[in-house]
């Protein structure tokens, strides 16, 4: 079939709905890409609303990269590397590491938070011999 008046043949549109669990937006993987920026972000204690506007990018595109619901190409992580005042080097020194040091304050905040005060006593002598 053809369409008369500019004499193409017409195509047919397949249109398709996506549903949440296609939609890279709804989806979270968390790389270890996204746990550096974030790392780097709170190294120079910056909120998120600070980032995007040191980055030019909006307050839900930096939520959205640092909860892997936005795939990033290299030169989207070179640009907020560089507008956190970091070199690339740097960024690529924490992908390099098993661990990182954010990371595991985090999550020792979280298991103190749940310790009985005896148990947070013995942490707190730990700690401060060191």
Do not use: W
């Not at 669990?21 to 270890?32: A, E, G, H, L, V």
């Not at 595991?104 to 011999?129: A, F, H, P, T």
């Amino acid at each position: 079939m053809k369409d008369i008046i500019r004499n193409k043949p017409i195509r047919k549109i397949i249109r398709r709905v996506l549903t949440n669990n296609d939609r890279r937006s709804y989806q979270r993987i968390i790389t270890k890409e996204v746990r550096v920026l974030k790392a780097l972000r709170r190294m120079v204690k910056l909120s998120q609303d600070q980032a995007s506007s040191i980055c030019g990018y909006s307050r839900a595109t930096i939520s959205h990269i640092e909860n892997g619901r936005i795939e990033i190409p290299l030169s989207r992580i070179r640009h907020i590397v560089l507008s956190y005042g970091f070199e690339f080097k740097k960024f690529e020194e924490l992908m390099r590491k098993e661990f990182l040091r954010d990371e595991v304050i985090e999550s020792c905040n979280e298991r103190m938070l749940k310790l009985s005060e005896d148990k947070l006593k013995l942490v707190q002598s730990i700690l401060g011999n060191i």
